[in-house]
T-cell receptor, first 115, second 111 residues
Framework: KAGVTQTPRYLIKTRGQQVTLSCSPI?????VSWYQQTPGQGLQFLFE???????NKGNFPGRFSGRQFSNSRSEMNVSTLELGDSALYLC??????????????FGPGTRLTVL | AQSVTQPDIHITVSEGASLELRCNYS??????LFWYVQSPGQGLQLLLK??????LVQGIKGFEAEFKRSQSSFNLRKPSVHWSDAAEYFC?????????FGKGTTLSVSS
């Protein structure tokens, strides 16, 4: 099976712009989660989608949003970019039948740089 | 609140020596625990996981971890480190459908 894919791999934006990142889960996986990784804060959970519904959300401002499509592909959007949004954004997928027990498989990430 | 602590930010081990990376967790219920590894510029790869049962779990690449409820710990071990093990290692606890990660331990391997 192909792994989790994320596009684009690298992105440079300027403050105030918005950005959309894409994630394609492993075939058959219905849950997609997003994480932000920064040197200062480490890995932080953004949100999780299952069957096109947001099931769980981390402690991030409303500028961060996401959605999931019927084929389980997911996008996350960040509006009004700030310098502090520069990070590696990781997507993970799981079969999501059991919640916390499910193994999450991670993609390579999208490196976002905000200038 | 749930949390994961990895006390060691950076560890250097000689090639062929044994390794132990520490992880302590805070979680009210039975924890689901994971160890992931991240190589530079890469995503996270699962090394092993603990849900219940045998407290010593085996993973990929020769890694193992031991769950100790009394110490709230889930330390990762490897008997003989290879240069290719140099990477960043993350311990995590499953909280609902989210993973809560520690800040990571960077492993350097010296020859």
């Amino acid at each position: 099976k192909a792994g989790v894919t994320q596009t684009p791999r690298y992105l440079i934006k300027t403050r105030g712009q918005q950005v959309t990142l894409s994630c394609s889960p492993i075939s058959g996986h219905r849950s997609v989660s997003w994480y932000q990784q920064t040197p200062g804060q480490g890995l932080q959970f953004l949100f999780e989608y299952f069957s096109e519904t947001q099931r769980n959300k981390g402690n991030f401002p409303g500028r961060f949003s996401g959605r999931q499509f019927s084929n389980s592909r997911s996008e996350m959007n960040v509006s009004t970019l700030e310098l502090g949004d520069s990070a590696l954004y990781l997507c993970a997928s799981s079969s999501a039948s059991g919640g916390a027990r499910d193994t999450q498989y991670f993609g390579p990430g999208t490196r976002l740089t905000v200038l | 609140a749930q949390s994961v602590t990895q006390p060691d930010i950076h560890i250097t081990v000689s090639e062929g020596a044994s390794l132990e990376l520490r992880c302590n967790y805070s979680y009210g219920a039975t924890p689901y625990l994971f160890w992931y590894v991240q190589s530079p510029g890469q995503g996270l790869q699962l090394l092993l996981k603990y849900f219940s049962g045998d407290t010593l779990v085996q993973g990929i690449k020769g890694f193992e971890a031991e769950f100790k409820r009394s110490q709230s710990s889930f330390n990762l071990r490897k008997p003989s480190v290879h240069w290719s093990d140099a990477a960043e290692y993350f311990c995590a606890v499953g909280a609902g459908t989210a993973l809560i990660f520690g800040k990571g331990t960077t492993l350097s391997v010296s020859s």
